[in-house]
């Protein structure tokens, strides 16, 4: 009867252990979901020729997104990296969302599509190379020059991100990944800091959230599981309505 008794209670013991397990996994499982934005563009066009940008936001595997938070493609020529222009996409409510644009002077642009839904943000960058010959401005000019300036950029001036160096990383090696923000070279606190992962060859990409250990000083951990090239995008929010970004790229060795 004892045995019975003992036989019993380690089957119970089994099987909560089991039902916890499964409930971890199914957290997990929801915690890597994040946003995925197939973003659209021919690799060439014209001088003067309306540009289609378009993107298609899903959420998880296969849930369209049709109320993103910001859909914005930022794009500039790559030998005027200084001077960059927002254009704001077009919500068709069926997870798609486009821009029409026309490039009056030739030369290689790159293009980010900017989205922000379900309180995250990806932002899938491409170029387009334009063909021609610089386009006559006439009498439009003010005005192309005066709507131009009003879609530009603007970072926040004095503000900076400084990712501490990153040096022999290996494979399933678990790394303290550190930013330092400052505003007018003094620390910069209380803001959100999130890292986006892109690594080579996948699709997903991985988000990871930081910690502030020290006055404008944020850490998290990451394993990288591939050796390769990776893109990392610092993103900065917090309530004041800042929003900065930067890129790092590094290697991943075996």
Same mark, same amino acid.
């Given at each position: ?93 069926? +997870?798609? !969302?486009? $821009?029409?644009?026309? =490039? @009056?002077?030739? /030369?290689?642009? &790159?293009?980010?599509? #900017?989205? *922000? ?98 006055? +404008?000083? !944020?850490? $998290?951990?990451?394993? =990288? @599981?591939?050796? /390769?090239?990776? &893109?990392?995008?610092? #993103?900065? *929010? ?17």
């Amino acid at each position: 009867m004892k045995k019975i008794y003992i036989l019993i209670t380690l089957l119970t013991l089994l099987l909560v252990a089991c039902n916890n397990q499964t409930e971890n996994d199914e957290q997990e499982h929801e915690e890597v979901k994040g946003i995925q934005v197939d973003f659209e563009l021919p690799k060439e066009a014209e001088v003067g020729e309306s540009v289609s940008l378009q993107t298609t936001v899903t959420y998880g595997e296969d849930e369209l997104v049709t109320d993103a938070e910001e859909m914005t493609f930022e794009y500039w020529n790559v030998e005027d990296e200084d001077n960059t222009v927002n254009v704001d996409a077009t919500n068709h409510e069926d +997870g798609t !969302y486009s $821009a029409e644009v026309t =490039f @009056e002077e030739p /030369g290689t642009y &790159e293009i980010y599509a #900017h989205t *922000t839904a379900r309180d995250m943000h990806s932002m899938p960058k491409k170029s387009i190379t334009i063909n021609g010959e610089e386009a006559e401005h006439h009498d439009h000019e003010s005005h192309d020059e005066t709507e131009s300036t009003e879609h530009e950029h603007e970072h926040q001036h004095g503000f900076e991100i400084k990712l501490n160096p990153l040096e022999s990383i290996t494979v399933n090696q678990e790394k303290d990944i550190t930013v330092e923000l400052t505003m007018d070279e003094e620390p910069y606190e209380n803001a959100r800091v999130r890292y986006e992962i892109i690594l080579e060859n996948k699709a997903e990409h991985d988000w990871v959230e930081t910690e502030e250990v020290d006055t +404008g000083k !944020y850490v $998290a951990s990451y394993s =990288f @599981e591939d050796a /390769g090239q990776v &893109e990392m995008v610092v #993103h900065v *929010t917090d309530d004041t309505g800042l929003h900065e970004h930067e890129e790092f790229e590094f290697e991943i060795e075996e």
